[in-house]
């Protein structure tokens, strides 16, 4: 009852400017910081940031002065706009970019998991990868990996964080909750995503399949560390995200000169069994 209030009474608040829009779990600024601990400026510097949405960490980016700062997002018309409980269509360059205050920052709308290899080799090469909150809204987790490890120079480095399942007989192996009703033993209701409902139907209409029904899949803090070895990249270190219940992960991974393994020992190279990407 207390949460319905508050609910119904937050939209009101926020546009009051009383209360600042949800930005939680604050996992952001905890990257961040992760980020500014091994590099307090971006000078001379291609980022790249996946998903950047609301914009909140692309001017922090800008703010350590990169060469260029690309931003890559989901195109308009395929995603809303989602504040509380106000849904608008997103603009094909959102408000935010114009306060950005970096000579070298560009917006480009596009799937990085499905850009044509043409647009891929257009985007050249980053130092840095910024992707957080993305990986699990993204059906091929391996094969997104696999594109941000190509993006990467030599050299460079990568910023990832994501959601992580919940599901207590999944979270201690190296494995993936796919998050689909048919098949889903574990259901989350609306806003306490640690709450765990078993069911084997399809979810009543005030049930969330996760957190958000855009979310594909949720994996295991040892999956995730899996892919990003399996696609070749090294000095793989964690950054604790301070939440409850390990539900989510945070890391910094660089890419060195190793290609990254394949699944394929013998025949023809490059390998017919090449991850993530396709010959
Ligand atoms: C949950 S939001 C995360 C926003 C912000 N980065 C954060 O950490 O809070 C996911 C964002 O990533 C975008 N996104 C998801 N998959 C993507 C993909 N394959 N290519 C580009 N953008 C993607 C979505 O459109 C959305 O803006």
Redesign the pocket.
């Known amino acids: 009852m207390i949460r319905s209030l508050k609910r119904a009474v937050r939209p009101l608040l926020e546009k009051l400017g009383l209360l600042t829009p949800f930005d939680l779990p604050n996992y952001?600024t905890v990257m961040f910081d992760a980020l500014t601990r091994i590099k307090p400026d971006l000078h001379g510097q291609r980022v790249l940031e996946?998903?950047?949405?609301d914009g909140k960490?692309s001017h922090r980016l800008a703010s350590l002065g990169p060469e260029s700062l690309v931003m890559?997002?989901?195109p308009a018309e395929y995603?809303l706009n989602v504040t509380s409980h106000s849904i608008t269509p997103r603009q094909h360059l959102p408000s935010w970019f114009q306060s950005i205050v970096l000579p070298g920052k560009s917006y480009k709308e596009?799937?990085?998991?499905y850009l044509a290899p043409d647009e891929l080799k257009a985007l050249g090469r980053f130092d840095l990868i910024w992707c957080?909150?993305?990986l699990y809204?993204?059906p091929e987790p391996l094969r997104?990996i696999k594109r941000l490890f190509n993006l990467l120079q030599p050299g460079g480095l990568l910023l990832l964080?994501t959601s992580l399942t919940r599901h207590p007989a999944l979270k201690n192996h190296n494995c993936v909750e796919i998050l689909w009703p048919k098949s889903q033993l574990c259901l989350r209701t609306g806003e306490n995503d640690q709450q765990l409902i078993l069911s084997k139907v399809v979810p009543e209409p005030e049930q969330s399949l996760s957190i958000q029904s855009n979310v594909s899949h949720l994996p295991s803090r040892k999956a995730v560390l899996s892919w990003l070895e399996m696609c070749g990249f090294q000095e793989i270190e964690e950054i604790a995200i301070p939440i409850p219940d390990h539900a989510r992960i945070g890391l910094l991974a660089k890419k060195g000169t190793f290609s990254g393994y394949t699944y394929s020992n013998r025949g023809p190279e490059p390998s017919p069994y090449a991850i993530g990407d396709s010959l």
């Open positions: 952001r996946i998903g950047p949405k960490d890559m997002d989901i995603t596009g799937n990085i998991l957080t909150g993305v809204h993204n997104f964080e």
